[in-house]
Structure formats: C-alpha cells, structure tokens
C-alpha cells in the first residue's frame, strides 16, 4: 500500500478518534496533519508498524496532549480530554468514530454546502484545495467555509454523536448526499477509489443501522451497482470504455445480485426516493446481457421520476434517443444547448455521439473537439480523441 | 450550553402576543432549562440609542427596519444546539413566527 493510500484509509478515523477525545476540531486536524508527517519521517526508515492506524491514532493524539500542555489554559482543557476519555469507555449507540464524525459534519443546523465540504476535509482527508476545485469556487472561499462550519460546531454546541433514534430520520438525507457524493468523488478518479470504498463501508454501516430506511438501502445498492462496474470502465491504456462497449462478463456479479437485492427489498416498503429510483436505473443496466437488451424505455420512464435538473435531463434525452433514435435525442440535447449546462463536457460529448450514430461526421468533429477542450478527466479526453480519430478518418 | 432564543415575528404576530405560551413555560421551568426571558412591547414604542463623538442619538422606533421583529427572548440553559433545537421548536412562535437560537459568547477568564 502506498503512503497516499494509506493516507486516505486512515485519515478519518485519526480525525474521528482525536475529535472525541479532544473536542477541538482544528486542533484535531493540525495533530492527524503532523502525526501523517512524522510517518513520511520515519517509517522508511524505522519500517511500517504492524498497525499503522494505531500508531497514528497515539502518534496524534500525543501531540494534542503536548500541545494543550504548551498552552496556558493547557490544565483545564487536559481536565476535560480526560473526562471525555472515560466518557469514550461508555456504549454508544454505533462503535464507529467515523460514523459519529459524519453525522456531525452533516447536521442540518449547517449550510448543506458547509456539511459535504466537512465531511471531505475531516473524514475523507481531501484537502481544502481539492474540495475547492470540486465546487468550483476559490480556494480562500473554501478554508473559509470549512472555518466557520467548525467554528459553528464547537461554539454553536453541535453534540460530537450520532443522533438518538427519533432524530435519525431527520437526519438522514443530508448523510445519504454526503456519501454519495464522497462515492463519485473516488468513482470518477481511480486514484482515489478508496474514497468510494469508504463510501459504501459507511452506507453498509448505515444500512445496518438504520434497516427501516428504504433510501439508505437504495443508495447502497446504487454504489454497489455503479462499482460492479468499477474495472471495465477504463482499457489497458487506461482509456475511458463507455457502459456501451464493456465486457459485461468482467462486470462483478456477486456485487450486482447484492445490489439488486438490496433494491427490490428497499422497493417493496413502497417509499420510492431519488436513491433507488437512481438504483433501479442503474439495475436496468446492470441486467441487460448485451447493451442492445437495454430496456431503454423504462430507463426513460425512471429518468422521468427525478427531479428534472439540468442533468437528469440530459441523461433522459440520452435515454430517449436510445430508444427512439439518435435524430430524437440530437434534438433534446440542442434544446439544453442554451440552458444552465453550457460549460459541461458531457453537453458537447452527448450531441457528438447522437451526430456521430447519424453518420455526421464532420459535426460530430466539432462537437469531440468542444468536449475535449472541457474534460476534466485523462481518461475522458483520451476516448473522446480516439472517438475523434474516428470520425475524422 | 447557554443560548439566547429570539422570538421574531412580523405584524401579524402581535395578535398572539397574549395568548400565552401553552404549557411551554411549565414544562421547561419544570426542566429547569429557563434563565430568564420576556415578552415585549410593539417595536413601534422602541427608543434607540446612540453615542458618536460623545453626541446621544435618539431615534424613535427598533434598531432594523425589517419586515420580522423581536417579540420576545428567553434565556435557556441546556445540553446542546440539539436540545436547544428541541425547546424551540417546541415553543408556540415557532408555528408562526421565526425563533433564532444564538450560543452566548463565553466570559473571558475570571470574570465569572
């Protein structure tokens, strides 16, 4: 395992631990930061600890106590990390720091925008610039969103838990956004596929949990769906391979038949939400033997049942076209030309392919090289050249 | 935890401003979570105040010219924002006016 995957594996529950028994967030992150360090220092040298995470979860959680020892109100605050060592020792409703960690992060008294950025700093361990360049917004922006939800945490007296039974309900949406957009984040980057690992270990653990809950068990099977695919998304070149022309023998069917299982039971509570609509869209794909056995109709059908943003109706006109011909979704794809989607890779990328099943070549020429011009992916790029190539020949 | 809840509402809120509060102040001063608070008159019969270059200034009417308007505050002492939450939306106005819960700043050392 290499040290940036170890980094990412073990972050969270570093931060997690040290909260709880510090109760300082920043003082928290500053102590995981240096105890990462030190281990860059010495373990090439000394060699790896039998259990890294361990080493440091001590490693950090001695720097805190060193710290608070430096400083002048050290003796009330040693006072209180011991009082909050003993209250570690009492049951809690999940043995998880990482789960008490996320629904902090996410409490709804926080801007729904403050909630992921949290829990990608704090639990995910992206750094400021990375969440930065996810939401489009400028890096001092971003370290001053996060400031003030941690600032708002410890002052505002947001409790260090996961929330009591009555409460979970609540709660859960703004979890289940979080987790899914932590799953996308390592889906659509397969350097960081630990990140959607952590996702789906956390929505295992919620789907534990919370068994009643119909859209934790669709987002669940959404992500095992979705990572069945994780290793015939890209070639040995590491080119993107579009859902169209994978080897669906390569696809993981123990992971499939979970997802789906887990979607037809969440289903029959009768309380359909975004999360298993999504999943059943994503089991119509992963059930079809060939991409021409796609039941394209109902995909539409399911597409129709979300909440109409600009994305989702870019995929129902991808959906649309599929089903009733490229000309059809050529001209769905134009009329989103001029909305709020102007910029997206996957507006140009969408159009060219519908140009190129029409056998226009020459616009679809155009539309490649507008799409390349606007990846954000290596792999994304690569394909669109490749598709490019093509059509240019 | 120590909070401040203020009790805002527009116009239309005076209409309840003698309706009481429902068996609300019972079971918090029961709880033993209340540390003072009450309700106040129209902002229309409000006087603010003002001291720039050692000159009082006086203007007639609330602070903010808004739309919603402090009808009321109560000190409440509790566990955390969570239960703060819950004593609040408990309380009558948050059915038809807007509660704002504010932590209060800690005294600096040695002061209490």
């Known amino acids: 395992m290499t040290f940036e995957q ?91 720091d990482r789960l008490r ?52 945490i410890q002052h505002a007296g947001i409790p260090y838990r996961v929330p009591p039974a009555h409460l979970l309900p609540e709660r859960m949406p703004a979890v289940l ?55 015939t998304r890209l070639d040995a070149d590491g080119v993107l391979v579009t859902l169209e022309d994978q080897d669906r023998t390569r696809w993981d069917h123990s992971l499939i038949t979970e997802g789906e299982n887990l979607l037809e039971a969440a289903l029959r509570r009768g309380a359909p939400g975004p999360y298993q609509v999504q999943a059943a869209i994503a089991a119509c794909h992963a059930s079809a033997r060939t991409a021409a056995d796609t039941d394209w109709p109902q995909i539409t059908a399911l597409y129709g049942r979300l909440k109409q943003t600009p994305v989702v109706a870019l995929n129902r006109a991808v959906a649309i076209g599929m089903a009733d011909g490229p000309a059809v979704g050529l001209r769905l794809v134009d009329d989103l030309a001029a909305g709020p989607l102007a910029g997206y890779h996957l507006l140009p990328a969408t159009r060219a392919d519908f140009l190129r099943r029409l056998g226009r070549f020459q616009e679809a020429a155009t539309s490649y090289r507008e799409a390349i011009a606007l990846a954000t992916t290596d792999a994304e790029r690569r394909y669109l050249e490749r598709r490019l190539a093509e059509v240019s020949a | ?52 270059d050692d000159e009082l200034l006086l203007t007639d009417g609330p602070f903010a010219e808004t739309k919603e308007q402090i009808g009321g505050f109560v000190m409440i002492e509790c566990a955390d924002l969570d ?30």
């Open chain 1, 177 to 231: 956004a979080v987790l899914y957009l932590l799953f996308n984040e390592g889906y659509s980057d397969v350097v960081r596929s630990s990140l959607s690992s952590e996702a789906i270990r956390l929505a295992r653990l919620l789907v534990q949990l919370m068994p009643d809950e119909p859209e934790a068990a669709g987002l669940l099977a959404l992500m095992l769906l979705h990572d069945a695919r994780r290793d």
């Open chain 1, 6 to 96: 170890l980094y990412r594996q073990e972050w969270g529950q570093v931060v997690a631990t040290l909260i709880r028994v510090t109760g300082d967030w920043e003082l928290s992150e500053e102590c995981a930061q240096e105890a990462f360090a030190a281990a860059l220092e010495r373990w090439p040298r000394d060699g790896v600890p039998d259990r890294p995470g361990a080493w440091l979860t001590t490693t950090a959680r001695n720097k805190a106590v060193d710290w608070l020892r430096r400083e002048a109100v050290g003796a009330a605050k040693l006072k209180e990390v011991a009082a909050l060592d003993h209250a570690s020792g009492q049951p809690y409703d999940v043995p998880d």
């Open chain 2, 83 to 112: 239960e703060a939450i819950e004593i609040a939306a408990k309380h009558p106005v948050a059915g038809y006016g807007t509660i704002e819960i504010r932590p209060l700043l800690d005294p600096p050392p040695g002061v209490v």
């Open chain 1, 101 to 152: 960690l996320m629904f902090t992060c996410c409490h709804p008294a926080l801007a729904m925008e403050a909630r992921v950025a949290l829990t990608l700093r704090t639990l995910a361990g992206l750094s400021t610039a990375q969440i930065a360049r996810a939401f489009l917004v400028p890096e001092p922006t971003m370290s001053k969103r996060l400031t003030r939800a941690k600032q708002k």
């Open chain 2, 1 to 52: 935890m120590k909070y401040l809840l203020m009790m805002c509402g527009d116009e239309t809120a005076e209409e309840h401003a003698n309706e009481g509060c429902g068996g609300w102040t019972e079971e918090m001063e029961r709880r033993g979570v209340v540390r003072g608070g009450a309700g106040l008159r129209p902002p229309s019969e409000a006087t603010t105040v003002r001291v720039r």
